[in-house]
């Protein structure tokens, strides 16, 4: 067994006064009165009255010692005895979900189950070891079964919340996988909110204790957010904002909505109320002209509660590229075939620039990078540029690194990816072909698979992606069907929208931005806080750890800025009201949640009284006293 | 304040006012005295003997029984006051207790000795002290405050030896005016059932202070008796406050029981409160 708080026992030194207070007579005021001797038969009749005997002094004095000695060693905070027995093992599982972020008076959830968490690495006995796992998205291990207090004290640190979702069972389950020679009275605490919708099996090979954390706070949250440009007589930069919030607590109460751009400029706000359950769908309109760049600014969503409360502030922001980015510059390349050139001209919001890889080659390199979609027709370069482009009718055997193979004339259309996104509302059912060539490589993704194998392909790499079309549209009826048209139009729309995402993939909030880079150079990224992160690139991507913030988030690399945007509108997550119903994987029945127990929290309090009270008994006693 | 203070005797005179309104008529010294004498009163008969007056022979009675009788006659004598005043160190803490006893003493003395009646002061603590004898009339009033205002507290209580001792002055029976606190140890009762035993009349005047009785709560104190020398420890809290209350209760029933089931006069006098009530109470019941 060992004191968590041995400093307590510095209680003890109360022993002195205590006998000094029985050494030391009582200072009493010297009166003489006439005759003492009712006072002595009042004195007597009180001693008569007490319904138990006195207790001598001295074993007065020895149980009141006895009684401090206990209330020291119990503020000394034993532990041990009642956790998990000597040598066993403890698994600390902790749900670092976005909902852990909810804080409820005046502390987060997530900081409740670190100190929990750290609380049991203090009560660990000896032989004992504790593992630490993070249950976000992906479990994570933060520290493997060890006794090293500092080993688990550095991994409590690291502890933070993540992004929406927490994958209890996987995170249990790999736990009960490290557990799983333990020692008897091994267990798996899971330190959750349970803000989860649904059942959750749990590993039932080793005792699992769920303990929920938090209550039902009340919380606001947006949660979904989309731009989109409706242009106007006289305003071609108009846009509609399209907001959606929601109410999770019972009851009903205002919020205040208010957009503005990245840059702090005022667009509009608008004050509701919210009910329980309903979310509520709000459309500010405003004019967003793109920058100098031809860029758009990305507009910057906030929910505030009036006069209310919110618990969780992670969901209170949302962000998404304003329709201006929609302006996508195109660089057409080589001798694109005709039906290609007018689907891109045709649509509106491309800035169609036609040019040649000699011209590009010949650019100066102090020249602004070309920042849009580059089509290759014919021809390409032997790297792809950053960014997306398409290859349309490749010649030679290779393609940015894909192998391409011989012409085949007419081939058979097997089948194509309904599920990508450049293929929605595309069909292939009628289309015949003329030559394609076959694309002979593993590291892409087949969109359209012919009988002589993938002849439209992407191509994905850490900077951009790359769709090559390996045939020539004008060599069969494709051209000439409504699918070549919405075809491009996906291409022309993914490309924007990636363009607008800022150059980053999407990622869930608190997941780490994965910054595409020329070669194995540093990245700096700046949080929407202002704070800076840096990472070296590996392979060509930067893997950048960020906190889970909302806002976007701007990566400096090489010369230029790309974004990432990361925001929660996951109304699951935003539902903080705990919901979970946990059981047994093995159908053995549920597993009742508890709230975490303070016990050891009380046990100071409870003895601070017992001293408080003893004090005041050896006060009365000694000093003020029964009649003697 | 001193007996002989020139207030203090316009009270005594006072007083004597009120005593003779309330008693009006009574003769100065007409008190039937338990022994048969001379006076107009008859008595009784008894046989004649040789030697006795031949002046008080009841010839009528001769005439009807042919024998020699005397008639005898109730005798009326001066009454004896004896003043037995407590001078023991109890009646001294606090010093207000004595002076009260005192004043008593001089009132009921004053009222005797302008009513003709005789008066001795003995004054007593653990032994009778310095006995003032029996003096009789109003010019005898300042010995006798002189002799009260002499005194002085000392000594423990022995109401019993004092009673012994007064008794073994063979002293004619009469009023025997206790004025005393009674916080004697060996009791009261003893001494005063002596005294009635030899045909005296104990009166009893008790002498107490307001602290005595009710004392205010508060304090760790070091009491001390201030006869004994007793020492005991208190802390004036409510519950030692309260069991000295129904202490003093009891105490204080249990004397004037006493003296109710002797038919005797118990007089309770505070030393804040003024002594002439006590004294007019006994004149009235007496």
Known sequence: MSLLSP????????????????????????????????????????????????LRPHLSLLLQALVLVAGAIALARPAGAGQIPAGARLAVVVDASSSMAAVEDGESRMDRARALARSYARDLPSGGAMMLVAAGAEPEVLAAPTADRVRLESALDRLDVGGPGADLEAAVALAAERLRDAPDGSRIVVLTDAAIT??????????????????????????ALDVRARPAEGAADRADVFVRVARYGEGSGDVRIRAVTEGGAELGARRVTLEDGAPLGVVITADLPPDAAARGSFVRVSVEPVGGEDALALDDVAVAPSPAARRLPVF??????????????????????????????????DAPVLDGLFVYCGEAPDDAPPGDSVVVAPGGDAVFGVALGAPVERPTIVSWEEADARMRFVRFGDVHLGAARPIASASVQPLLTTDAGPVIASLARPDG???????????????????????????????????????????????????????????????????????????????????????????????????????????????????????????????????????????????????????????????????? | MSLLDPAFLRRLSQLRLLARRRFAGASAGARRSTRRGSSAEFADHRPYYPGDDVRRIDWNAYARLEELVLRLFVAEEDLSLYLLVDTSASLGEPAAKLDTAKRVAAGLGYVALTGSDRVSVWPFADSMGAVM????????????????????????????????????????????????????????????????????????FHVVHPEELDPTPGGDFLLVDAERGTEVEVSLDGRAVRAYRRRVAAFLDELSGYAKKRGLFYGRVATDADFEDALLRYLRAA
Do not use: C
């Not at chain 1, 059942?199 to 039902?216: C, D, F, H, K, M």
């Not at chain 1, 649509?347 to 010949?362: F, I, K, M, N, Q």
């Open chain 2, 133 to 204: 004898a029996p003096i009789r009339g109003r010019k005898r009033v300042g010995s006798m405050l002189r002799a009260l205002d002499a005194l002085e507290a000392g000594g423990a209580t022995d109401l019993s030896r004092a009673v012994d001792q007064l008794l073994a002055r063979r002293v004619r029976p009469g009023l025997v005016a206790v004025v005393s606190d009674f916080m004697d140890p060996r009791g009261y009762a003893r001494p005063l059932d002596r005294l009635i035993s030899e045909r005296h009349e104990p009166v009893l």
């Open chain 1, 7 to 54: 400093w307590s026992l510095a209680w003890l030194g109360l022993l002195v006064p205590l006998v000094l207070l029985y050494v030391l007579k009582r200072r009493r005021t010297r009166k003489v009165i006439g005759s003492t001797l009712l006072w002595e038969a009042a004195l007597r009749d009180l001693r008569a009255e007490r319904p138990w005997q006195r």
């Open chain 1, 332 to 365: 057409l390349v080589g001798d694109a075939p005709g039906a290609v050139r007018r689907v891109l001209a045709a649509d509106r919001e491309v800035e169609l620039y036609e040019t040649s890889l000699s011209r590009l080659a010949a650019r100066d390199d």
């Open chain 1, 198 to 223: 649904g059942t959750i099996p749990l590993a039932a090979s080793v005792p699992v204790e769920v303990s929920r954390i938090g209550g039902a706070a009340v919380n606001h949250a947006v949660i």
């Open chain 1, 465 to 628: 992606e790359t769709t090559i079309v390996a045939l020539d549209p004008a060599d069969g009826d494709w051209a000439t069907r409504p699918g070549f048209v919405v075809f491009f139009r996906n291409l022309l729309e993914r490309a924007r929208h990636r363009r607008a995402a800022g150059g980053i993939g999407e990622g869930a909030l608190g997941a780490p931005l994965r910054v595409p880079v020329r070669g194995d150079g540093a990245v700096v990224v700046r949080t929407p806080s202002g704070a800076t992160r840096r990472a070296t690139a590996r392979g060509g991507v930067a893997v950048v750890a960020v906190p889970a913030e909302p806002g976007v988030f701007v990566a400096e690399v090489d010369d230029r800025e790309l974004y990432a945007l990361r925001h929660l509108t996951d109304a699951e997550e935003s539902d903080l009201r705990p919901r979970a119903v946990f059981a047994r994987s093995d159908g053995g029945g549920g597993v009742a949640t508890v709230e975490p127990v303070e016990h050891r929290e009380s046990w100071p309090w409870l003895a601070a009284i017992l001293l408080a009270l003893l004090a005041i008994e050896v006060l009365w006693g000694t000093r003020r006293g029964a009649p003697a």
